[in-house]
């Protein structure tokens, strides 16, 4: 059965969005046997199981996969799993073999164009890891692993290292986005425009991280549950810790997509200002261009052929006739408002 969950402004602080480095992490040859071409095994201090690691250059390599689950005298089952629940993070369990598979979005490593994606398969002492990242996971765990106290590097103490480094690399982007979110609250501090495109890819950035890590905790938290009906008290300690990062990560996620729709509520807010001061100067020009307009449209008028066109004093009475008709209009007006107040009491 399956588990599974459905520009900057001080020049101090990276732009947005972040550029992703990568660095040379060569393992020391002691660590790593070359089985054949991209298959290593990995022995790094502590490690007294079968490790296999099986980096893949792209899309497929399903016999190579088969190849190893055989070598290591796991189902195939598991490959049958793998091709049908691509895209999320799952947790697996066939007899004593389980599957734990980690996915981030694309966003995380700008210089992909697919999800990076972390599969660790365990049984008994034997573990295989397959991974499709630009990042050095797990090259960055095996030294975890050396350098740490344990005297016995159990396949959970792998996995949780594995799974640290993992998401480790969601930081730098969280961060970023923060940065990007200071120098957009400083421009409102200062009554400054924000770039709603930027804001608009920082959401997006960071709703997709959110919906990449509900599944990672689904599986974390089905994996420390049955690593807690052992009786492996550290290696279940350790799984929960790794749970309690990835909800941490969550709710750091959450945190910025609350920065995010304050600072677009306040870019509405700052754009209807601008409106309403526009629209208040440009009744100021009417008031001053619109009695001009009126005397020169009456002074204009080709009285030629109207009746009284010859009387002298029909100029005033239309002018008298004019002073009335906007002092009732201004009267009916004010009435109806008044009117209109009491019923809204």
Known sequence: MVDAPGGSVHGARPAWPLPMTTTANQLPADWVTELRPGVRKLNPPGVAFEWIDLPLEENGQTNEIATCLEQLGMPSEILEV??????????????????????LPESVDPSSELPLFLTIIMRRDKLLTIHRTSIEVVEEACKMIAH???????????????????????????????NALDDAEDLMEHKSGVDVDILSEIRSDLLEIDRYLDPLQTSLRRAAQTIHSGDAHGEESSMHSLLDRANWTEQRVRNQLDRVRVLSD?????????????????SWIATIFLPLSFITGLLGINV????????????????????????????ALALAIRVRRRKNL
């Open 82 to 103: 793998m091709d049908e629940h691509s895209g999320e993070s799952i947790r697996y369990r066939h007899s004593d073999t389980g599957l734990l598979q980690l996915e």
């Open 148 to 178: 740490s106290d344990e005297d016995r590097v159990t396949p959970v103490s792998v996995v949780y290292a594995i799974g640290e480094e993992f998401l480790d690399h969601l930081d730098p982007v969280i961060r970023t986005a923060s």
């Open 304 to 331: 030629s052929g109207i009746p009284e066109a010859n009387n002298p004093h029909a100029f005033f009475l239309v002018c008298l006739f004019l002073l009335l008709l906007a002092i009732g209009t201004s009267l």
């Open 266 to 282: 306040r870019q509405h807010i700052l754009a209807m200002d601008d409106m309403s001061t526009s629209m208040y100067r440009l």
